[in-house]
Nanobody, 126 residues
Framework: VQLQASGGGLVQPGGSLRLSCAAS????????VGWFRQVPGKEREGVSC?????????YYTDSVKGRFTMSRDNAKNTVYLQMSNLKPEDTAVYYC???????????????????WGPGTLVTVSS
């Protein structure tokens, strides 16, 4: 069982990045998937999550609403986080995680997630 986040990098303010979260060893569509981010010295923050594929519910933290969008590609066993209009305060290590959650609800807290992948660094700077 493995999750792998990728797609981070350096981008200028106002730019875009797409993060990918690929799963192996289990079917990601059956799980709630969340994106979290963490800046050194600060607590991990929940960014967004998507319910299992059968439910298609979404959650976004207020600071990213209208700028970030999650989506699934079940054929590729992958979830994406499209990030647009990036701001310097979006700079962080981003982690994806999977939770066993109901299809009609989202799992917001990190404590609900059972599988975590290594993070990918997003740096927003001019």
């Amino acid at each position: 069982v493995q999750l792998q986040a990728s797609g981070g990098g350096l981008v200028q303010p106002g730019g875009s990045l797409r993060l990918s979260c690929a799963a192996s060893g289990f079917t990601l569509a059956d799980f709630t998937v969340g994106w979290f981010r963490q800046v050194p010295g600060k607590e991990r923050e929940g960014v967004s999550c998507i319910s299992p594929s059968a439910g298609s519910l979404y959650y976004y933290t207020d600071s990213v609403k209208g700028r970030f969008t999650m989506s699934r590609d079940n054929a590729k066993n992958t979830v994406y986080l499209q990030m647009s209009n990036l701001k310097p305060e979006d700079t962080a290590v981003y982690y994806c995680a999977a939770a066993i959650g109901p299809k009609d609800a989202v799992v917001v807290g990190a404590e609900g997630y059972v599988y975590w992948g290594p993070g990918t660094l997003v740096t927003v700077s001019s």
